[in-house]
C-alpha cells in the first residue's frame, strides 16, 4: 500500500456516501466513485453533486472509478453484489483489494471472490453490523478473507472499525445473517404489535407486560425504533432477509419465516411511502 491511499466505491448511495464523508477528513487518502444513477437524471444529479462537494472523483463508469485504486469497495445492493463482483473482474488487477460490503449470502460471496480471484486480485468480504448513519466509519464490520487483517489494518488507521474474524470467505456474511434473522424479525414483529396496539388503544398495557417480562428493554422505545427502520430501510432490510433465505436454503433449511420477514420489512416501507407521497399531493 502507498503512503497515499487511494480508494474506489462501487455504489454510492447511503453506505458509500458516509465512508466518503469519514474518509474526506483524513489527508492522505485520494476517493473516486461509480454508481449507476451518476448517469440518470433526479437522483443520480444530487449523488454526483455529493460526491465532487467531498472531493471524490466522479467516474464514468466502474473501471474508471477503480484505475490505480488500492482498495475498491463494493457498496451496492445484495441483489447485485455478484454481478458487480463479476464486472469488477474484467478490470481489476493484482494489488488490488475487492472490500465487499453487501449483505449477500455466504454462497454469493464465495462466487464473487472465486471471480476477482482469477483477475489476480483479492477479495475480502465485509459484514456491516449496524446501520452506518450515525457511526459513519465508526460502525462495527466484520472482514473475511486472507487479505482481511491487512486490509483491516491500512483501513482502521483512517477511521474505520473493521474486524477480521476468518481467512475464509463466507464466515462473516453467515455472523451477519444470522443475526439478522433476529433483529430484521424483532423489526418486523414489533411494527405489526405497535401498529395494532395502537388501533385498540391498549400500547400502555403491551408494552408493560412486554416490559414485566424483559425488565432491560423498553418495549415502547424499541417499536418506535424499529418500526422507522423499517418504514424508512424497508425495501433494503428485505433484500438482506432475501440472502438470509437463500443462505438457509443452501444449507438445506426451510428459508419461509426468512423470506416472510422480506415480504413485511418491503410491504410496510411501500405503504409508507404510498402514504407520503398522497399526503404530498
Not at 47 to 52: E, K, N, P
Not at 117 to 134: D, K
Not at 175 to 202: P, T
Request: with cysteine.
Amino acid at each position: 500500500m502507498r503512503n497515499h491511499l487511494r480508494l474506489a466505491f462501487i455504489g454510492f448511495g447511503e453506505v458509500g456516501r458516509t465512508f466518503a464523508r469519514g474518509f474526506a477528513a483524513a489527508p492522505d487518502v485520494a476517493l473516486s466513485a461509480y454508481d449507476i444513477l451518476f448517469d440518470r437524471p433526479g437522483d443520480g444529479a444530487g449523488r454526483a453533486g455529493t460526491a465532487r462537494e467531498l472531493g471524490v472523483r466522479v467516474a464514468t463508469s466502474a473501471a474508471d472509478a477503480c484505475r490505480d485504486a488500492d482498495i475498491v469497495i463494493s457498496a451496492v445492493t445484495a441483489a447485485s453484489a455478484g454481478a458487480v463482483a463479476a464486472e469488477a473482474a474484467e478490470f481489476l488487477v493484482p494489488g488490488q483489494i475487492l472490500f465487499d460490503i453487501n449483505s449477500a449470502a455466504p454462497a454469493t460471496k464465495i462466487e464473487a471472490a472465486r471471480q476477482v480471484q482469477v483477475s489476480g486480485a483479492a477479495y475480502v468480504e465485509g459484514a456491516v453490523m449496524a446501520p452506518v448513519l450515525a457511526p459513519g466509519l465508526q460502525v462495527p464490520i466484520l472482514a473475511g478473507g486472507a487479505q482481511a487483517a491487512a486490509l483491516s489494518k491500512t483501513l482502521n488507521s483512517r477511521g474505520m472499525r473493521i474486524e477480521p474474524v476468518a481467512t475464509e470467505i463466507g464466515r462473516a456474511s453467515a455472523m451477519k445473517l444470522c443475526r439478522s434473522i433476529v433483529i430484521k424479525g424483532l423489526e418486523a414483529i414489533l411494527s405489526d404489535c405497535a401498529a395494532a396496539a395502537g388501533h385498540f388503544g391498549v400500547s400502555d398495557s403491551v408494552f408493560g407486560s412486554l416490559r414485566a417480562s424483559y425488565p432491560s428493554i423498553d418495549w415502547a422505545a424499541l417499536a418506535e425504533a424499529m418500526s422507522e427502520r423499517v418504514r424508512t430501510h424497508g425495501i433494503r432490510r428485505a433484500a438482506e432477509m432475501r440472502e438470509a433465505g437463500a443462505m438457509l436454503a443452501d444449507i438445506g433449511m426451510d428459508p419461509c419465516l426468512s423470506l416472510a420477514i422480506a415480504d413485511r420489512h418491503e410491504r410496510i416501507a411501500a405503504d409508507y411511502a404510498k402514504k407520503c407521497m398522497n399526503s404530498s399531493e
